[in-house]
RNA sequence: GCCACUGUAGCUCAGGAGGUAGAGCAACUGAUUUGUAAUCAGUAGGUCGGGGGAUCAAAACCCUCCAGUGGCUCCA
């Protein structure tokens, strides 16, 4: 798909088209539109002044893009015609289709044939996709009709401006393209799913119906794309999980509570004890909190407020309780049963820490979203000076794991900011214009007050903020690491770095997470007597290595398609005797392996060695040892690797080779 | 919560212009004693997700609830 394509610069003058300026025929080479002055552009533009520009080719990642933005309009352009009455609101392209937004009644999945064939039929009309420059008042007219159109040009076409819509024979849209030069451009192409998407028009929360779908310039990349879903499903952790019998999910009496059976508490603890050995090297002490707090601790921490929605809350005689969304609070408990000088910091607590969370129904769905997970969850108490250091000790242990369990999988790194624009969404602190009173506050500007004076003029203090952002920025950068900032995505009481891996499928997924907080600690009052004998805000930092041991496990399964590292494994090896003959020889063999330590399995069945392999195969062994006739006389086993590699050797040998495998932790087998 | 699709035996699935359920695998029993992805025969297994409705009659049709899967962030 990124097929790099010869894409010279091309010289042209003011006022030339593009496409003129381009030899004859290069349409046909598959150029859809150029990129000049840093912008994709149609080749029916002029150039606004003299200067260079280089095609952009449909194979192109750009090229790619603007096809399924022109495919979105496609099936506008079908819509229109099927359903005149259907109205159309935006349409863009995404990282792998496109979608469109359209108030309409909901179309089933025959109905949705319908459309693919109709934007096929328009397709082949070869219509030409112009486009035209009209004033606002034009483009008011022409969608009058149309709210969602209307305030778009509301919003984005400044008054007495201009801006462009896109024709198609008879259909028109506003946009700002670029687009493919003809409908029949468009020819690999499908629609994949039906969505429900909510919309604000007119401050007012509409569902409108979303249909995806998606294009590509040739055949095969649409093919090698449903080939990848396929394989991806093929992964899928509630799929491999059932089969290897890791855990259970009983919809009826535990819906999106995942229950561990035996093979799957092995791999929990598995990932547990390594964590546990990580965090301890690294002044890591581990505590245990109850599950249960009264509703005060919520209150006070600030959960209550933001997340009470979310959080299983009940009542018992006069007292309310929660059961723990989060482990902070709990450890804040903890941390203040003493006084602290600044040589007792940074003080550092860890727990796997059970959490629940009351996700809606449409929201949970296998081990990526249950409703309770554990967390490798680790809490700092420090001072300010100590931040950077304690980041940088944090990222080392990040990328130290990762490169355990995975090798040398990508990792990427996201420092998630507050928005400066819209502080409000976050616990900031607020100072009153009229008293002069310092606070943290979070919510609606217009409804903010003074606690003390009741003031309305507030002025906001992002000190903190700030001062909490440049130590995460100068901890990651400190490291080298490749790094990308998000205003806005910060949690509500303080700015975070989000840890990212790209699998084997190349699928990106969320792991670790580091949380500064200056604002739980001042709710708890937490202090420290500073070196000078005065008392300073403790300062808090949140961390999770593997995220959840649920989530990194549905990573750790698809993305070894179940075939987990030997020192993960649940069937470390399977002992199978080529017939009841060698029971005894493969008893022997199966009892000594498993007195050296190994999680070892006998298949004592009386079936054919061709269908006990076939039936064990589902457990996804690290190693299958076959003892017959020849093993027994040899004092040997054939043992098979994940890889279906084979190898006949001597027990003692076997038996320490894996050994070895399992106390480095090795990906790769010794064989 | 909203939209689409789905829910029949432990698993994978068939059935269905309405006449109270089928297959393969797994399980169990017996025979077979096997050399790297299916040996044979037999047995047992289901309130067809729950509830309600129209019908002489529902797994099928209607309503409703529950659950599962994919979406609901990427702005003209």
Redesign the pocket.
Known sequence: MTTRMDSKPLKIKKGQKFVDALAPGYLKDGIIAVKYQNKTVDLQMEAKENGEFTPVYLKSEDGTRILR?SSAHLLAHAITELYPSALL???????DGF?YDIEMP?????Q?AEIEKKMREISSRKLPITRKVLSKEQLYRMFEGNPY?IQ??R???PDGTS???YEQGNFT????GPHVPSTDIIKHFRL????????KVNGEQK?L??I?GTAFPDESSLKQYFVLKEEAQKR?H??IG??MDLYV?D??NA??FPLYTPNGTIIRDKLIEYMRGLNSSNGWTEVATPHVFRDTMWKRSGHYSKYREDMYLFNLDEDGYAIKPMNCPGHILIFRRNMYSYRDLPVKLSEFGTVYRYE???????LT?PRSFTIDDGHAFLALSQVENEIVSILKMIAETFKTLFGGLEISYELSLIDEEHPENFLVGYECADCGEKFDLRGAVDQLKCPKCGSTKLRVNLDKWNEASEALRSAISSLNLPYKETPGDAAFYGPKISVYLKDALGRKWQLSTIQLDFFMPSNFGLTYVDSSGGKSPVIMLHRAVFGSIERIMAILIENYSGKLPTWLSPYQVIV???????ADYAQGVASALKKSGLRVYLDS???????K???I?RFRAAY?????????ENNTV???SRS?T?K?MRQSEFSEAIAAEIEKRNIEQFM
Do not use: W
Request: contains cysteine; negative net charge; proline residues 4%.
């Open positions: 933005h609101n935006a349409g863009p392209a995404t990282d979608f909901p179309v089933s999945t025959e949705l159109k778009k040009i919003d984005y076409v801006s462009t819509v849209d506003f946009c700002t994949t799913s039906i969505a429900s998407a909510l919309y569902h119906l979303r995806y899928d509630r799929k059932s089969e999910f919809s009826e819906p999106g809606k129904s449409g929201e949970v769905g296998g979203r199978v005797p080529v017939s009841e003959h060698y069945t009386s079936e054919t060695l061709n269908k392999l076939r039936l195969r299958i040892c076959v003892v017959g006739e020849k093993e027994q054939t043992v098979r279906d084979m006949e």
